[in-house]
């Protein structure tokens, strides 16, 4: 008996396997109910009472060396495959949920590249702002309602230093430190002490831009505004410029454009009108160009500066502006792959 116990370790111990299924071979001739190690067990009942406590306590560790020799083997073809459960797919796509655009967001870059395509390049300022920059370079007179605290946020007690209440202010330090010509947009952040309603916000953005060379020409302030009504809310877009008053451009005006929603034949969101107003605009004040060391003998230039949540709005049909800073991603979601 203890010569076949001892045999049969070698033989478990030698033991190879091609594949699960010749493992599961094993596993049944050694150590299934009918298997070899079973029926030494069975032989055991035979063994004469004084060998018995020797003789099992080799066959004991026959079977355990069998048991660990199985697991040995299968555990070498242990792989994902084998041990995926029915509903794992691995060949599938990672999961992810891709995020979405802000629509601001998109429609800022869509009005950075049309302006980009005839030549305007795109740069910033700070949102904290000076007095000169925000205003007095901008021909505020001391006493304009513009400044009245009633509108800007100034910080601290600090009347110098303000929260830039549009971004005009980009138009200044541009002119003060750049030579023309120059041809750029200037998207941003402003900030207005306002109180909070469908129409109106204490944060809001726009996109200034700006033109100066020799020869300009309010023609070439209309020409580019047209080109981008028409780029922006389509080729039957017309546009409508009524005069105006800013005190950084002279003349002024202000421009419609045909309301994108009813075409022009008047709805709510054009008041019936058939116009949208969507920007301020005019040549720029001699006064301003001198402010900055430019030369308004020689140079002359057109600025514009328009709300980017009014043409989101007027784009996307949104009729509360708060929608833009509640961050429901019911709403986000439906700008996702747009860029
Ligand atoms: N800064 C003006 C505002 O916030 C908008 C504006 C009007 C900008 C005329 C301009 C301009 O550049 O020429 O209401």
Redesign the pocket.
């Known amino acids: 008996m203890k010569d076949r116990i001892d045999q049969l370790v070698a033989e478990v111990e030698s033991l190879k396997a091609g594949s699960l299924e010749e493992v599961e071979q094993l596993r049944l001739k050694y150590l299934s109910k009918k298997g070899l190690v079973s029926a030494l067990f069975d032989d055991f009942k035979s063994v004469a009472s004084e060998k018995k406590r020797e003789v099992g306590q080799l066959l004991n560790e026959l079977k355990n060396t069998a048991n660990q020799k199985i697991d040995e083997l299968k555990s070498g073809f242990d792989t994902e495959e084998t041990t995926l459960s029915e509903n794992q797919d691995p060949s599938r796509p990672a999961f992810f949920q891709p995020g979405s655009r802000h629509p601001l967001s998109i429609v800022r870059n869509q009005i950075n590249e049309i302006f980009s395509r005839i030549g305007f390049t795109v740069a910033d300022g700070p949102e904290i702002e000076d007095d000169w920059h925000n205003f007095s370079a901008?021909n505020f007179t001391a006493d304009h309602p513009a400044r009245d605290m009633q509108d800007t946020f100034f910080i601290a007690t600090n009347p110098d230093i303000l929260l830039r209440?549009?971004?005009?202010s980009i138009?200044i330090r541009t002119m003060e430190t750049t030579k023309p010509p120059i041809r750029m947009v200037f998207p941003g952040r402003?900030f207005r002490n306002e109180a909070i309603s469908a129409r109106a916000h204490c944060i809001f953005h726009?996109v200034?831009?700006?033109y100066i060379d020799k020869h300009v020409s309010f023609a070439d302030l209309k020409q580019t505004l047209m080109y981008f009504a028409k780029e922006m809310f389509g080729e039957n877009t017309k546009i409508r410029l009524r005069p105006?008053y800013?005190p950084?451009?002279e003349p002024?005006?202000?421009m419609d454009v045909s309301c994108n929603i009813c075409g022009g034949v008047g709805c709510n969101i054009c008041k019936y009108t058939g116009w949208v107003e969507i920007?301020?605009?005019?040549m720029?004040d001699p006064n301003a160009l001198e402010n900055c060391g430019i030369d308004s003998q020689i140079y002359t230039g057109?600025?514009?500066?328009?709300?980017i949540e009014r043409i989101t709005m007027l784009k996307y049909q949104i009729k509360d502006l708060r929608l833009f800073f509640e961050n429901d991603v019911r709403f986000l979601r439906q700008f996702s792959g747009a860029f």
């Open positions: 901008l209440t549009h971004t005009s138009q402003v726009q200034e831009g700006l105006s800013f950084f451009t002024s005006g202000e920007l301020g605009c005019g720029v057109f600025a514009f500066g328009m709300g």
